[in-house]
């Protein structure tokens, strides 16, 4: 079955470093790739999506390119905020999983420090 | 705008109460999700459905029902609460996989508590 493997947290960075957090995944087909972020206390919101390769979804700062040759969508931001801090969420929409096809990673912790 | 809507942020049940967590969407989504999140294990997958009184289990349906008798509405039923159903619970809807935008909307959240 489908499967998103993300570095575990907490990633602890300080204000306008850069920020990775690396994302593979294992999917039959030609999944779609989404990061989600979950703020403190709320459900999870889309961040960014992409949906073939080679494409790269960009919302607030932050950038991710699926790379279909490596299996990855890796997401950054060029420089991070204290209101970055957050879960972020990365999941395939494909057609080997469970759940009409909605796989997560286990997601990562970041924290930004002033 | 969008929307998920979960019936309560927070919850307080006792040990064997019969508990109902309600979530409804204004999309006309087919697909909706149950997740619990906990510290360390990430998002699992409860029960999902995808149609009308249609439910299929996931990872851990163990101690749990669902109820889908309208589009809009999947509810998650807890039959007898106990403490180690104490969790984060996380309702989606999604459109089916091969539609344009397939992305899950998920709603605010409830934090359920069994004493």
């Known amino acids: 079955g489908d499967s998103v493997t993300q570095m575990e947290g907490p990633v602890t960075l300080s204000e306008e470093a850069f920020l990775t957090i690396n994302c593979t995944y294992t999917?039959?087909?030609?999944?779609?790739l989404f990061w989600y972020v979950q703020y403190p206390g709320e459900g999870l919101q889309l961040l960014l999506k992409?949906?073939?390769?080679?494409d790269k979804g960009s919302n607030k700062g932050f950038e991710a390119t699926y790379r279909k040759e490596t299996t990855s969508f890796h997401l950054e931001k060029g420089s991070v905020q204290v209101s970055d801090s957050a879960v972020y969420f990365c999941?395939?929409?494909?057609?080997?999983?469970?759940?009409?096809?909605?796989?997560f990673g286990k997601g990562t912790h970041l924290i930004i420090q002033p | 705008d969008v929307k998920v809507t979960q019936s309560s942020r927070y919850l307080v049940k006792r040990t064997g109460e019969k508990v109902f967590l309600e979530c409804v969407q204004d999309m006309d989504h087919e697909n909706m999700f149950w997740y619990r999140q906990d510290p360390g294990l990430g998002l699992r997958l409860i029960y999902f459905s995808y149609d009308v009184k249609m439910k299929e289990k996931g990872d851990i349906p163990e101690g749990y029902s669902v109820s889908r008798e309208k589009k809009e509405r999947f509810s998650l039923i807890l039959e007898s609460a106990s403490t180690n159903q104490t969790s984060m619970y996380l309702c989606?809807?999604?459109?089916?996989?091969?539609?344009?935008?397939?992305?899950?909307?998920f709603g605010q959240g409830t934090r359920l508590t069994v004493v």
């Open positions: 992409a949906t073939k390769a080679d």
């Open positions: 999917a039959t087909g030609y999944p779609s």
């Open positions: 999941a395939l929409y494909g057609s080997g999983g469970g759940a009409d096809g909605l796989t």
């Open positions: 989606a809807s999604s459109l089916p996989v091969g539609t344009v935008n397939t992305e899950a909307f």
